[in-house]
């Protein structure tokens, strides 16, 4: 897979996939993947707004995105962006909200293809984290207690 920029982030690496015009996904990779800096525009301001986000979790994202999904997909991940920042929703709340099913949540969840931009962080379940990137060990799972924590500052 071709990646436009490799940003390193303090809990690993992001593979930001851009067109000229929109951003497409962005990836968590292993760490030993070497950075690179941005290949065109949008690659560069992808990076310069994860700069911004990680040094004020108030940070919104700004940045113009193509989302390839089922409509239920699309309507998870714009619920996901309305949560505001320091604050969770679980699976099942969630799909009580748009008439669903806490399983088809997370689903959605996991296949978010710009995780940070949507931040299915903040959807947890409701006895713990739940998963992270549709896998529930350390490392996925410690990447979004990370993000969780940056954002109760």
Excluded at 38 to 51: G, M, S, V
Excluded at 66 to 71: A, H, I, S, V, Y
Excluded at 123 to 150: C, E, P, Q, S, Y
Aim: aromatic fraction near 8%; proline fraction near 5%.
């Amino acid at each position: 897979m071709e990646y436009q920029a490799i940003y390193s982030a303090p809990f690993g690496k992001l593979g930001i996939r851009c067109s000229d015009d929109a951003v497409h996904g962005i990836d968590f990779l292993a760490s030993s993947v070497r950075k690179h800096g941005a290949r065109n525009a949008l690659a560069k301001q992808a990076c310069a707004q994860l700069d911004a986000y990680l040094a004020n979790p108030d940070f919104r994202f700004d940045l113009p995105l193509q989302l390839d999904g089922t409509e239920h997909q699309l309507r998870v991940w714009h619920m996901m962006r309305v949560i505001p920042r320091g604050q969770t929703l679980s699976y099942g709340d969630l799909a009580t909200e748009i008439g669903s099913s806490a399983r088809a949540v997370g689903q959605a969840c996991g296949s978010n293809p710009v995780p940070l931009v949507i931040p299915c962080h903040r959807v947890v379940g409701k006895a713990g984290l739940g998963g992270f990137m549709h896998r529930a060990d350390h490392g996925a799972v410690d990447i979004k207690r990370w993000l969780l924590a940056h954002e109760q500052r």
